[in-house]
């Protein structure tokens, strides 16, 4: 899957999706992007799954999303946190359908 990390996700988590194109919003030029907008960007290059540590990003959408949605929930979003989240990332994106929301707890 084509997979883009919000601002708020450490870089260092995309090494850890193998199998998966995944890039940051900073790199691909989305850092100054508002939600909405960000949304549509994604689609326009292509990106199928956004993951995120922002909780409120659902509450922010007032229509269908056009891309499907991980929520990281957790105390942080230092890199080992984000990395504690890969095998459940991985085993998400086998699934996950555009359109759908999840929330992932933090990985124990």
């Given at each position: 899957m084509r997979v883009l990390l919000d601002e708020s996700v450490p870089r260092a988590l995309g090494f850890e999706l193998e199998g998966h194109f995944v890039r940051t919003a900073q790199s691909v030029g989305f850092s100054t992007l508002s939600n909405g907008k960000l949304m549509q960007a994604m689609v326009e290059m292509g990106f199928e799954v956004l993951i995120t540590f922002d909780q409120n990003l659902p509450y922010q959408q007032n229509t269908r999303l056009p891309v499907a949605i991980i929520i990281l929930i957790a105390q942080n979003n230092r890199v080992e946190?984000?990395?504690?989240?890969?095998?459940?990332?991985?085993?998400?994106l086998t699934t996950v359908q555009i359109g759908q929301l999840v929330r992932l707890p933090t990985a124990t």
């Open positions: 946190t984000a990395k504690g989240f890969a095998g459940s990332i991985l085993r998400t």
